[in-house]
């Protein structure tokens, strides 16, 4: 499974657009890249899923260069209640039960 | 519909006892999966079951662990003579066939004293 990179932590303030990085430099062809959320003492909750160019949904943007090193996770204009930790996950199409969390990047959103 | 259910969401027990977690997935789901989340940490798979079947259980400990989903009822995750080490939230989440996002419950966090 090909690893993860992620900041630790991120700031920002009400109303600011925050861009969260991920390198998986061993990514595989049939490889998805997964984001999840999670607020403190809650489970996980899906965000978006992408395997290249651009996806975007109602919560976010996913960008995802040509090489797929690499994406980014785009929560524009960020309230309060985005505040929570973010995963990046690398799932391989032929293991969808078996996703690897690591450490994830902390969102903290001030006013 | 309701969502993933978990209970107790709350557990303490003593070390050398028992701890059951259980586990009812969303409506119409048959894939069942537990995570462990030690403190500060991501979250760690553990097991991957469908309806009366382990499917994976790589992630989990070779002893004193064990998981079952069965044919009628919630997911059981049971650990037997718990250790301090054992304490941690415990995650269920479930999934639609064939598809991969994963739903999560509340979590059961587990206390050894």
């Known amino acids: 499974l090909a690893k993860t990179t992620q900041p630790i932590s991120m700031d920002s303030y009400e109303g600011q657009e925050v861009n969260i990085t991920c390198s998986h430099n061993n990514i595989a062809t049939n490889d998805y890249i997964t984001w999840y959320q999670q607020f403190p003492s809650q489970g996980p909750r899906f965000i978006i899923q992408?395997?290249?160019t651009k996806v975007t949904n109602e919560v976010a943007s996913l960008f995802i260069p040509a090489d797929r090193k690499s994406s980014t996770l785009s929560l524009p204009r960020v309230s309060l209640s985005d505040t929570a930790v973010y995963y990046c996950?690398?799932?391989?199409?032929?293991?969808?039960?078996?996703?690897?969390f690591g450490a994830g990047t902390q969102v903290v959103v001030t006013p | 519909n309701a969502g993933v259910m978990q209970n107790p969401r709350h557990l303490v027990r003593r070390r050398g006892q028992e701890a059951r977690l259980r586990c009812s997935p969303m409506k119409g789901h048959s894939h069942v999966y537990w995570y462990r989340q030690l403190p500060e940490e991501g979250l760690k798979f553990m097991v991957y079951?469908?309806?009366?079947?382990?499917?994976?259980e790589s992630g989990m400990p070779k002893e004193r662990f064990s998981a079952e989903f069965p044919k009628e009822g919630p997911s059981i995750l049971r650990i037997q003579q718990v250790v301090r080490g054992d304490s941690a939230a415990y995650f269920c989440a479930s999934s639609e066939i064939e598809r991969e996002e994963q739903y999560f419950g509340p979590g059961t966090r587990l206390t050894v004293t």
């Open positions: 992408g395997y290249k």
């Open positions: 079951l469908q309806k009366e079947n382990i499917i994976d």
């Open positions: 996950l690398v799932v391989p199409t032929d293991s969808w039960g078996k996703l690897q």
